[in-house]
């Protein structure tokens, strides 16, 4: 006996994929422009900071980058209300998605920042550019273009780990699929197409990063 593959009882179900899409979108546009300034703030103060200053930062990026995700969103969601800090789903993965990537941007950055020649910043500060000015408009500029492949992948891995979310009930898109494959059975086609439309939106927004980093954060 073949197997029977059932797509239009999942596709039927297309309000609750549409919902998943846009949180899923949602979470990663919040989390990528919240957590890019994380990762800017923290990798100026790495660069260059006080000695204190890079300690905090230097804690809290090797912290992030040494425990799995789950464990740090359900550290928030779990862990902080026994602290008094009750958290919706959605504010937690915020907050959760947020930490993360701006730890890995703060090294991404880092790399970017480090890479500039001393002479250009000596040229800037010659010419009676504050610190700030100088950061700004001389030194981040050409890091952010060095490092820009590498901040887009960074940004896709999040996105994709947001459904990982679903598990303290983030109304995401992997959420979705599995509210789907929990009432009409057909976990094979819901999970497929959960897939089919993360490849989608990963190669979007891939595209999308490509063509807003030059125009927005680094110029042509």
């Known amino acids: 006996m073949g197997i029977e593959f059932d797509f239009g009882a999942v596709l039927g179900q297309w309000p609750l994929l549409a919902r998943g899409i846009l949180w899923t979108l949602g979470l990663t546009l919040i989390a990528t422009l919240i957590g890019m300034v994380v990762g800017i703030a923290c990798a100026w103060a790495r660069a260059s900071g006080p000695g204190w200053l890079r300690w905090i930062v230097g804690s ?30 959605e504010t937690a ?27 250009q910043i000596e040229a800037a500060v010659s010419l009676a550019l504050n610190k700030v000015q100088v950061f700004t408009r001389v030194v981040l ?25 679903s598990q303290i009930s983030t109304e995401e898109l992997s959420y979705a699929a599995n509210l789907i494959q929990s009432r009409n059975f057909r976990a094979f086609e819901a ?23 030059p125009k927005f954060f680094f110029g042509r």
């Open 60 to 89: 809290y990026v090797e912290l992030i980058r040494n425990t799995p995700f789950i464990v740090q969103l359900f550290f928030i969601f779990f862990g902080l209300p026994a602290a008094g800090f009750k958290l919706s789903p």
């Open 93 to 119: 993965s915020i907050i959760a998605m947020v930490m993360n990537l701006g730890a890995y941007a703060t090294e991404i950055i880092r790399a970017g920042i480090e890479a500039t020649p001393r002479g």
């Open 141 to 165: 500029p050409p890091a952010m273009k060095k490092v820009w492949p590498a901040m887009v992948s960074q940004i896709i891995i999040v996105m994709l780990g947001s459904a990982v979310c």
């Open 191 to 213: 999970f497929i197409v959960a897939t089919v439309i993360y490849l989608a939106l990963s190669v979007a927004a891939r595209r999308l990063l490509n063509w807003a980093g």
